[in-house]
């Protein structure tokens, strides 16, 4: 099992351009969640699939985010019209659907910096 | 609404015991988590307690949990200076289907030789 990992970890960006960030689940999980860590903080839901099915997406998340996990499998979070304030580690996790099973196991991050 | 409050900072010697302390909002039927956070990596998974239980022990860990005040601690036994980072407190609720993490702002442990 190779852990949940994500692409690409560092990112910096212009004010104003699209980013997307790839997550890949340990293999056969099917919950996938995206969460955001800024300075000094813990980290903060934002939305959550089971297989491809986003079933619940933070007020944090505004029009100009979007995330997709068209295949249940891998999924991509893109920032549209990037602004400073969404300078952050971007987290990814996933757990299994197995009864009683409520771990959520994270990837290393990718952190965004928007100039 | 569900919020989780800790401490800051711990600063503790080598072969001491470390104790991290969260207090949690949500009454209703809960997991909670302890988190680790190295520099600039994710969030490593160490344990986690059902609401139903007062204790959980695993190896040097052990989770103490105390509902009647919604207090939760981490003791890390015979602490190393590997075991410096930063902790998060956790909890979801029932309401959310155990789905939706919410964490406390972290307390980094600086453990010294």
């Known amino acids: 099992d190779t852990g949940v990992s994500q692409d690409p970890r560092h990112k910096i960006t212009k004010r104003g351009q699209n980013v997307t960030f790839r997550c890949d689940p340990i293999s056969e999980h099917n919950r996938l969640y995206w969460y955001r860590q800024t300075l000094g903080q813990g980290p903060e839901f934002l939305t959550y699939f089971q297989n491809e099915a986003q079933l619940e997406k933070s007020r944090l998340l505004s029009d100009r985010f979007s995330a997709e996990r068209p295949k249940g499998s891998f999924s991509t979070l893109e920032i549209q019209r990037t602004e400073q304030g969404d300078s952050a580690m971007y987290l990814c996790?996933?757990?299994?659907?197995?009864?009683?099973?409520?771990?959520?196991?994270f990837g290393p991050g990718t952190r965004l910096t928007v100039t | 609404g569900e919020d989780v409050e800790q401490s800051l900072f711990l600063s503790v010697r080598e072969g001491d015991s470390s104790v991290i302390n969260c207090t949690y909002t949500d009454s209703s039927s809960t997991y909670l988590y302890w988190y680790k956070q190295e520099p600039g990596a994710g969030l490593q998974l160490l344990t986690y307690i059902f609401s139903n239980m007062d204790m959980k022990q695993d190896q040097r860990l052990t989770v103490l949990l105390n509902k009647k005040d919604k207090h939760l601690s981490l003791r890390i036994a015979d602490t190393q200076t590997g075991d410096s980072a930063i902790y998060f407190c956790?909890?979801?609720?029932?309401?959310?289907?155990?789905?939706?993490?919410?964490f406390g702002t972290g307390t980094r442990l600086l453990v010294s030789p």
């Open positions: 956790a909890e979801t609720a029932i309401n959310t289907g155990f789905q939706k993490l919410v």
């Open positions: 996790a996933s757990s299994s659907n197995r009864e009683s099973s409520y771990e959520q196991y």
